[in-house]
């Protein structure tokens, strides 16, 4: 795998996928968890197929070493981490994708380096950047109560809060994933049973660690000062961060739209992959 040095001389690595050749200009994508092997995100449905994805592994996920400061989990420090890959990859501008809790770490680099992106684009983010966790996705949940997954999902829920050891914790996750998909077929439970062993706790515990209330708002002025356009998506199905989140993201921003996708939950590429792809590839060609 190709890596870069970045700011602390730490070693971190990327992927790579798509053709060499393409004309069109790289989409740099950041996975989410936090702390989830970027191997997640595939090709993003196809997004591969014109363009080159650069898929960075955050510190102490995939490939890339943990970090000797925990302190360097927190997402802010992580944006630091992909100015560090832009600089490397000598893109003076660049269209940014960003999944869940990368969103945060996305909505970081905006905020600090606004003059860097020419496309953002954030799937299916959760607000608490926002300071604000709406409830929708509980209700989303409940309303998927009449599905054959649903009993089983919920207790694991349940269980999820009191468990410590790390092989039921990973038990647990497969049997809510259902949840997080619009529906529950071979893609989607293949895609399900990868998220176990992808997860870094240690970069999940430190992904919010140093980030005060000043932190919070400073970030939320700088990203009043980025002039790219911003698509976010969401799934009407998404029981995990809801729609109401992609909402408040997108008030975030001085040029925003939301685009809501219907039967689909958290992973749009996985559930509808034909409908995702061209949307955000054609989000990346708007004049």
Do not use: N
Request: net charge negative; aromatic share 8%; proline share 9%.
């Amino acid at each position: 795998m190709p890596h870069f040095r970045t700011y602390d001389d730490a070693e971190l690595h990327y992927r790579v996928l798509g053709p060499a050749d393409s004309p069109l200009p790289p989409l740099v994508c950041l996975a989410g968890g936090p702390g989830r092997d970027a191997a997640y995100l595939g090709d993003l449905g196809g997004l591969s197929a014109h363009r080159q994805l650069i898929l960075p592994d955050s510190r102490g996920t995939g490939d890339s070493p943990a970090a000797a400061d925990p302190s360097r989990y927190a997402f802010p420090q992580l944006a630091e981490d992909l100015e560090a890959l832009r600089h490397h990859l000598g893109l003076e501008r660049f269209a940014l994708l960003a999944h869940d809790a990368g969103a945060a770490v996305a909505q970081a680099y905006a905020a600090g380096h606004p003059q860097r992106l020419t496309r953002l684009v954030l799937v299916c983010p959760g607000s608490r950047l926002q300071g604000e966790l709406p409830d929708d996705a509980k209700e989303i949940f409940e309303a998927r109560r009449h599905e054959e997954w649903w009993p089983q999902a919920s207790e694991a829920l349940r269980r999820l809060t009191e468990a410590a050891d790390l092989s039921e914790v990973r038990d647990l996750l497969f049997a809510a994933a259902p949840l997080a998909y619009g529906h529950w077929d071979e893609p989607q439970r293949a895609h399900a049973a990868t998220e176990g062993a992808q997860l870094g706790p240690v970069p999940r515990a430190g992904f919010w660690q140093g980030v005060d209330e000043q932190l919070r708002l400073t970030l939320l002025a700088g990203l009043r000062e980025l002039a790219c356009p911003v698509l976010v998506v969401t799934g009407d199905r998404d029981a995990v961060t809801g729609m109401r989140a992609g909402e408040l993201v997108a008030e975030s921003f001085p040029d925003a739209r939301v685009h809501p996708l219907p039967g689909v939950g958290h992973y749009p590429w996985v559930d509808e992959p034909d409908t995702f792809a061209p949307l955000v590839e054609g989000f990346l060609h708007t004049a």
